[in-house]
């Protein structure tokens, strides 16, 4: 009888920002480990989420969208995202058929043709209907095809309603080679604690808020104190000016407190403990631009 060999190796999810990257890899994982939201640049970090199977493990490499701003963060995040293809053995490129093609596009062309790896277009959001379909396979045919990658596939998805992540995972293992594990079998992300929490205050910001204010947003997490009951843990959401803080704090401080408590549900799921948080807004002018704060933020300045 044939023994079933181990298999393991990195998949990098690339695609332009809000067409469901970080949706689709907690739903391959089963578990929450990036953010997700409406709101376009809601991932800013590399998140490595991993998922353990009996004979394999995937790491998959969660990036911030592919965009075309122009502040020091939006450049940053594009680096991030260009680079989380280093050591991959698989892209999986996805696009938003419910929305259509966009200038970003281009860019990712060159950036996944010019690779030697794997590529499979996930066709993401069908349950909202296929109305640009055929222009992402027009793409395909003019563009990805042409390029240098191995192997080429193209499958339509739903990632919110679990629509063919069964068949995506099928292809994922029939491609990954014999390899032994990289991380932990009960690992699930590489990403540090600190700002996996920072992120999900973040995200229930992001959804509190209007669409503008949430890029002049960040957040993070300056001290967690861990007691026998419960974990304390002290965030700092930092805004560019004094009105966002308004904004932000909301009449009566309601906005604030639906996001500590709607937070607090979710970290209590990592602790599992009760969880009490210490949340201050404060003014910090054009943190965006400067990267002694970024890389205090954990947006990384390599
Ligand atoms: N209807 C529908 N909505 C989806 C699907 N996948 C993701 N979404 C929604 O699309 C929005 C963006 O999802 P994200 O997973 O944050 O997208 P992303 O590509 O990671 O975005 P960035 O991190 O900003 O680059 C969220 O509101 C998701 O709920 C899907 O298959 N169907
Ligand atoms: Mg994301």
């Not at 007691?227 to 604030?256: A, C, D, H, M, T």
């Amino acid at each position: 009888m044939a023994t079933k060999v181990f298999k393991a190796g990195f998949v990098a999810v690339l695609g332009r920002p809000n067409v469901g990257k970080s949706t689709l890899v907690n739903a391959l994982i089963g578990s929450k480990i990036s953010i997700v939201s409406p709101i376009p640049q809601t991932t800013r970090h590399q998140i490595k989420g991993i998922m353990n199977l009996e004979y394999a493990q995937v790491v998959f490499v969660d990036t911030p969208g592919i965009h075309s701003f122009k502040d020091k963060l939006a450049a940053h995040l594009n680096v991030i995202a260009k680079r989380s293809l280093e050591g991959c053995e698989l892209i999986i490129y996805v696009v938003d058929v419910s929305r259509r093609l966009g200038p970003e596009e281009d860019k990712l062309m060159e950036i996944i043709s010019s690779q030697k790896i794997k590529i499979i277009m996930v066709l993401n959001k069908v349950d909202l209907g296929v109305k640009f379909f055929n222009d992402y396979i027009d793409l395909w045919g003019k563009k990805i095809k042409k390029g240098k990658n191995p192997l080429i596939l193209y499958l339509p998805v739903s990632a919110k309603k679990g629509k063919n992540l069964e068949e995506l995972k099928n292809i994922l293992l029939d491609n990954l080679p014999e390899s032994c594990a990289y991380y932990d079998k009960d690992t699930l992300t590489d990403f540090p604690l600190k700002f996996r929490v920072a992120d999900i205050v973040r995200e229930k910001l992001f959804l509190q808020l209007k669409k503008e204010l949430p890029h002049s947003l960040a957040v993070e997490v300056e001290e967690i104190k861990s007691k026998s009951k419960v974990i304390s843990i002290k965030v700092n959401i930092y805004v560019e000016r004094k009105s966002q803080k308004r904004i932000v704090v909301g009449k009566g401080g309601q906005i604030l407190k639906t996001v500590g408590i709607s937070a607090r549900g979710d970290i209590e799921k990592i602790y599992n403990k009760k969880v009490f948080l210490d949340i201050w807004v404060t003014v910090l002018p054009d943190w965006k631009t400067k990267p002694r704060i970024l890389k205090e933020l954990g947006y990384w300045w390599a």
